[in-house]
C-alpha cells in the first residue's frame, strides 16, 4: 500500500468523525433554540398578564388614591372648625 492511500484513509476517517460531530452538534442546537423559543413565549405571555392586572390595579387604584386625598381634606377641615 502507498503512502498517498493511508493518508487518504486517515482523512476520509477523521472527515466522517468530524461530519457526525456537526450532525450532532446541529440536532443539539436545534432543540437548544426550541427550548429558547418557548422560554421566551412563556415570558412574553407573563409579562402580558402583569401587564393587565398592573392595569386594572390602576384604574381601581385611581379613585380609591382620590377618595383618600378627600377623606383627608374632610378630616383636616373639621378638626379646624373645633
Request: hydrophobic share 55%.
Amino acid at each position: 500500500m502507498d503512502w498517498a492511500q493511508v493518508l487518504v484513509i486517515i482523512l476520509a476517517i477523521f472527515l466522517a468523525i468530524f461530519l457526525l460531530l456537526g450532525i450532532a452538534l446541529a440536532v443539539l442546537l436545534i432543540k437548544v433554540t426550541r427550548q429558547i423559543k418557548s422560554v421566551t413565549e412563556s415570558a412574553a405571555r407573563t409579562a402580558d398578564h402583569i401587564e393587565h392586572a398592573v392595569g386594572g390595579i390602576s384604574k381601581g387604584a385611581s379613585p380609591l388614591f382620590f377618595a383618600k386625598m378627600v377623606a383627608r381634606y374632610i378630616k383636616k377641615t373639621k378638626r379646624s372648625r373645633r
